[in-house]
């Protein structure tokens, strides 16, 4: 059974950093797409960053501030976050998706991350 499991979380004040990993178990290939979503308490899930082949997209609110990486030989992905703003406070999901034989789309359990001003 394939798992993504999410790790890096926690409190930091408005203008440090944090640094989520995603790991994936029980998985035979590398993935085709890795990335970071995020929600907010009464708000929908959004995209944050994502990666494929080298190439990187990032949401508008946080160009700049956040890199995405990925080791794609061990379906690993990390988030370096920094200048976190309270704006940044929510769950954080790691997602795999792409098509192999047939599609397939994975979600983490989420990592809260809390930006206090």
């Known amino acids: 059974q394939v798992q993504l499991v999410e790790s890096g979380g926690g409190l930091v004040q408005a203008g440090g950093s944090l640094r989520l990993s995603c790991a994936a178990s029980g998985i035979m290939f590398s993935f085709n797409t890795m990335g970071w979503y995020r929600q907010a308490p009464g708000k929908q899930r959004e995209l944050v960053a994502d990666?494929?082949?080298?190439?990187?997209n990032y949401a508008d609110s946080v160009k700049g501030r956040f890199t995405i990486a990925r080791d794609g030989a061990e379906n690993t992905v990390y988030l370096q976050m920094n200048s976190l703003k309270p704006e940044d406070t929510a769950v954080y999901y790691c997602n795999a998706h792409g098509r192999w034989v047939e599609a397939y789309d994975y979600w983490g359990q989420g990592t809260q991350v809390t930006v206090s001003s």
């Open positions: 990666t494929r082949t080298g190439i990187t």
